[in-house]
């Protein structure tokens, strides 16, 4: 049977102070009025049901996710006790399918992106679970067709076709966040796509690979299929590492018992990860300033500019450019967009000085 995880951890440092540790920026309710949750949802919503939606999500947000996704059940709500990286956000749930359904064929999609066209993104990922049916050794990703030499994103070197399936190849490397040069290569030979993070594979094969690949890992797991209710004790333990390094780079270097191949996904994709993405789909104006809530601006282009202040305190921007300018009910950020990146640092010094009560 078909399932879908939407990972949702992660805390979002690069759009503090929207995203705080209370709230996290997959739940932030910034596009459309809906969370990037929700959003996430609703791209897999009608592929398989919601008995088989399930979210693996930080343990203190259980709740609003809950909240949030009100169609699944409370047990689909895998929450961690703390994050340890990919790998254990998308093996944990796999062991726990697999010992639901032995056949289990599991989508991994993640929280944090905004895709358009959906209908492209539900086609690609129905061929990617007829992939894994069809094929019991394959794990497979997505290759998002570049629109231009990205320097933010991962890559896939695609190799041969697979046969009877035009849009899916077999995967030659990942290659990490390139320089300029390297991305323009990159793009220019016609032979990589970016990496979306998205997966789809049977929940066993994935174990099977984990059990080669990181057998700590993997015999932790078992125990933890075996006695959920040690989950606080035996999660923290789990080695912290990505899925790509654990399983998938190993498993397309010749280890492991599987294959590796990538669906073409040719669709508009977007990691919002910091405000200068975040801008790309708020409203506006006609100066290209992206505006979020009550403010002004006088001679003012190229801003993003979100209030969510909770006593009508009004923006009042004039004369700047290129800046991002966020206000809280707690919090004011100022900064040159082109310095948006770092954030993290501001907020560690924040954090540094003031204690938590900021982050």
């Given at each position: 049977?078909?399932?879908?995880?939407?990972?949702?951890?992660?805390?979002?440092?690069?759009?503090?102070?929207?995203?705080?540790?209370?709230?996290?920026?997959?739940?932030?309710?910034?596009?459309?009025?809906?969370?990037?949750?929700?959003?996430?949802?609703?791209?897999?919503?009608?592929?398989?049901?919601?008995?088989?939606?399930?979210?693996?999500?930080?343990?203190?947000?259980?709740?609003?996710?809950?909240?949030d996704l009100p169609e699944l059940p409370a047990a689909n709500i895998l929450g961690e006790p703390e994050?340890?990286?990919?790998?254990?956000?998308?093996?944990?749930?796999?062991?726990?399918?697999?010992?639901?359904d032995p056949e289990a064929v599991m989508a991994v999609v993640t929280a944090d992106q905004?895709?358009?066209?959906?209908?492209?993104?539900?086609?690609?990922?129905?061929?990617?679970?007829?992939?894994?049916?069809?094929?019991?050794?394959?794990?497979?990703?997505?290759?998002?067709?570049?629109?231009?030499?990205?320097?933010?994103?991962?890559?896939?070197?695609?190799?041969?076709?697979?046969?009877?399936?035009?849009?899916?190849?077999?995967?030659?490397?990942?290659?990490?966040?390139?320089?300029?040069?390297?991305?323009?290569?990159?793009?220019?030979?016609?032979?990589?796509?970016?990496?979306?993070?998205?997966?789809?594979?049977?929940?066993?094969?994935?174990?099977?690979?984990?059990?080669?690949?990181?057998?700590?890992?993997?015999?932790?797991?078992?125990?933890?299929?075996?006695?959920?209710?040690?989950?606080?004790?035996?999660?923290?333990?789990?080695?912290?590492?990505?899925?790509?390094?654990?399983?998938?780079?190993?498993?397309?270097?010749?280890?492991?018992?599987?294959?590796?191949?990538?669906?073409?996904?040719?669709?508009?994709?977007?990691?919002?990860?910091?405000?200068?993405?975040?801008?790309?789909?708020?409203?506006?104006?006609?100066?290209?300033?992206?505006?979020?809530?009550?403010?002004?601006?006088?001679?003012?282009?190229?801003?993003?500019?979100?209030?969510?202040?909770?006593?009508?305190?009004?923006?009042?921007?004039?004369?700047?450019?290129?800046?991002?300018?966020?206000?809280?009910?707690?919090?004011?950020?100022?900064?040159?967009?082109?310095?948006?990146?770092?954030?993290?640092?501001?907020?560690?010094?924040?954090?540094?000085?003031?204690?938590?009560?900021?982050?």
């Amino acid at each position: 049977m078909r399932y879908v995880l939407i990972v949702a951890g992660g805390s979002g440092k690069r759009l503090w102070p929207l995203s705080r540790q209370d709230m996290p920026k997959q739940l932030l309710k910034v596009v459309g009025g809906k969370s990037l949750l929700r959003l996430a949802y609703e791209r897999v919503q009608g592929l398989v049901p919601d008995a088989n939606v399930l979210v693996c999500t930080g343990a203190d947000y259980a709740a609003t996710v809950a909240a949030d996704l009100p169609e699944l059940p409370a047990a689909n709500i895998l929450g961690e006790p703390e994050g340890r990286d990919s790998l254990n956000a998308v093996a944990w749930p796999a062991a726990i399918l697999a010992a639901r359904d032995p056949e289990a064929v599991m989508a991994v999609v993640t929280a944090d992106q905004i895709m358009n066209p959906v209908d492209a993104f539900q086609a690609a990922l129905d061929e990617a679970f007829t992939v894994a049916e069809e094929s019991p050794d394959v794990l497979v990703t997505f290759g998002v067709v570049p629109t231009s030499p990205h320097v933010g994103y991962g890559y896939l070197q695609r190799g041969e076709q697979l046969p009877g399936h035009p849009d899916v190849c077999t995967v030659h490397a990942f290659k990490e966040k390139p320089d300029a040069a390297t991305a323009e290569h990159y793009v220019g030979s016609g032979e990589y796509w970016w990496n979306s993070g998205m997966f789809v594979w049977r929940a066993a094969t994935l174990l099977r690979q984990v059990e080669a690949l990181q057998p700590d890992t993997y015999a932790a797991l078992v125990r933890l299929a075996a006695e959920p209710e040690r989950l606080g004790e035996i999660y923290p333990t789990l080695l912290k590492i990505s899925v790509d390094y654990a399983v998938m780079e190993p498993v397309s270097q010749g280890q492991g018992s599987a294959r590796v191949v990538a669906v073409r996904l040719p669709i508009s994709w977007h990691d919002v990860g910091g405000f200068a993405a975040l801008g790309e789909h708020l409203p506006q104006d006609a100066s290209g300033n992206a505006v979020q809530g009550v403010s002004v601006l006088v001679d003012a282009h190229d801003n993003v500019v979100i209030n969510q202040s909770e006593d009508g305190r009004l923006v009042a921007v004039v004369g700047l450019s290129g800046m991002v300018i966020v206000q809280t009910p707690q919090i004011t950020l100022v900064c040159p967009t082109s310095e948006a990146e770092r954030i993290k640092e501001l907020l560690a010094q924040v954090t540094a000085t003031l204690g938590t009560s900021y982050a």
